[in-house]
């Protein structure tokens, strides 16, 4: 079993990794590199040497390209003024660039620039290299603090729990405890997909869909100092901001350089909206189909398995979009809102028809399969011989075929429970919600490269360990499964 279980772990793994790998070798190679500027604000702004410096830094920021100015080639010279002239020993500094299969382009203004592509090997490398963030003691680098004390340490958090605290560190507190989900958090371990281009632009990727959205959540904060003022700070999530850039404000709220932190919001995150009524449909969905599916299998072939029979193949014919269109207006004509944001996160409303429209959407697919499953337990021999001692109908469903026939349910619910995460895409982009269904698609049409790769390595990373999961899962539901081969006991 062990041995299974890493070899399974291991294969997942490198699943994850060529996933990823494909679509960043699609992303950067595929799709020309102009289209990202499509969505850039900014970009119809520059004109001349302006626009090119700045298409090309971007794309230096984005990982398509190595670029640099004059100023790079000639820093080496030995006659900083002539180089920069395009004199003196420029063209053997030049060279020394486009040896290594630097191109040059020149400027209008006579300026000399260098860059290089990056091939395949080199995308991925770059992407992954950069992947994880370890935060350390020595990542902090201040000269104007050069005595900054570099440790871990155990100190009571803004709650009053102990939570393991660092100087040196980008974040102040490494791991601590509070009262949101998942109630144990840490900031040492980063996963790092870059910033987010040109939508959310400027924000890492993580944060975008891990943030809180809505208007700023104001609360009484006492600050480390003992000043205590209302606002929207989350002392949590503190890092170090080097001593020249601290004003007087952050001087009278800290007695350090742990003075740029994260504000609390009023609403979820958009990982929080869709795992939210993920997770609330999902429970519907379970709750409504396991029965009808149980007495559509007890009732075979009587109305009660015929009426159910034209449901699940109503549902199955109909096509999403028309079934959300229709309950959508259904809904507005029992005067609940048909917009997400007309009434917000605050009201119990807003949350009715989406979570009703995706549980019943996945109603069918567990309906049709319960029966199924039940009806063919229900010709095994196990069940012959119950029915020959004498046992009535209902102990026979109820103690024997339902357990054999939840099985191949149990394996699905770990990846049903943990994909909710993923949201809905079209529910979520019918009723405006702001949540992780409609970002990947939206990340596509904006050309934002790294959001599309940060969405491809969630989702796949999530779907194939929770297939794993599940085969787990199955092996606690019934001990006759076996995942490993005969003769494995490790």
């Known amino acids: 079993m062990k041995k299974y279980l ?19 070798v699609m992303v950067y190679t595929m799709i020309p590199k102009e289209k990202v500027f499509l969505q850039d604000p900014n970009i119809n702004k ?38 920069m002239a395009g004199k003196g020993d420029f063209e053997v500094l030049l060279k020394t660039y486009t040896d290594k299969g630097y191109n040059t382009e020149t400027l209008q203004s006579g300026e000399t620039i260098i860059y290089r592509e990056y091939n395949p090997f080199e995308l991925i490398t770059g992407i992954f290299g950069n992947m994880i963030k370890v935060d350390n003691p020595n990542v902090v680098q201040d000269p104007d603090n050069p005595n900054l004390e570099r440790k871990y340490y155990i100190k009571n958090g803004p709650n009053g729990l102990p939570a393991v605290a660092c100087s040196g560190c980008t974040y102040e507190y490494q ?41 700023m959540k104001m609360s009484e904060v006492t600050f480390p100092t003992g000043v205590t003022s209302n606002s929207p700070l989350n002392l949590y999530t503190c890092q170090y901001k080097n ?32 795992y939210l009524f993920g997770i609330i449909a999902l429970i519907l969905a379970y709750a409504v189909a396991l029965p ?19 449901y699940i193949n109503l549902m199955i014919a109909v096509p999403s979009l028309a079934f959300i269109l229709f309950a959508k207006q259904l809904g507005n004509m029992a005067g609940l809102p048909d917009k997400f944001p007309q009434l917000g996160a605050s009201d119990p409303r807003s949350y009715i028809l989406p979570i009703l429209i995706l549980g019943l959407l996945s109603t069918a697919g567990i309906m049709i399969w319960i029966r199924r499953y039940m009806i063919d337990q229900s010709n095994a021999d196990y069940v012959k011989f ?22 191949p349910i149990v394996n699905g619910i770990p990846s049903s429970i943990i994909l909710c995460i993923s949201g809905s895409v079209i529910t979520e982009s019918v009723f405006a919600i702001p949540g992780m269904g409609k970002m990947l698609p939206d990340s596509i049409k904006a050309y934002n490269n790294n959001m599309v790769i940060t969405l491809t390595f969630i989702f796949t990373a999530l779907s194939v360990f929770s297939l794993l999961l599940g085969d787990v899962l ?10 490993s081969s005969k003769g494995d006991s490790r």
């Open 6 to 24: 890493l070899g399974r772990l291991f294969r997942s793994i490198v699943s994850v990794i060529a996933v990823v790998c494909i679509a960043i």
């Open 46 to 83: 520059l004109m001349g040497d302006a626009r090119t410096v700045y298409m090309y830094t971007k794309w230096r920021d984005l990982g398509y390209l190595d670029f640099a100015r004059q100023q790079t080639v000639c820093s080496a010279s030995s006659d900083y003024d002539s180089c």
């Open 175 to 215: 791991l601590y405890v509070n009262s949101s989900f998942p109630f144990i958090h840490q900031n040492a371990l980063k996963l790092n997909f870059g910033k987010s281009y040109p939508t959310f632009s400027g924000l890492d990727t993580m944060d975008v869909i891990n943030s809180g959205q809505g208007d």
């Open 243 to 274: 001593t020249s850039t601290l004003d007087k404000m952050d001087k009278n709220r800290f007695p350090d350089n742990y003075a740029k932190c994260l504000n609390n919001y009023s609403d979820l995150s958009m990982t929080g909206n869709s």
């Open 292 to 310: 009808a599916g149980i007495v559509m299998a007890q009732k075979k072939d009587k109305w009660q398995d015929k009426l159910g029979i034209v």
């Open 386 to 407: 119950a029915r020959a001692k004498g046992l009535s109908q209902r102990e026979i469903f109820r103690k024997h075929i339902l357990k054999n026939a939840i099985i």
């Open 474 to 483: 199955m092996t606690f539901v019934d001990p006759r499964i076996q995942l």
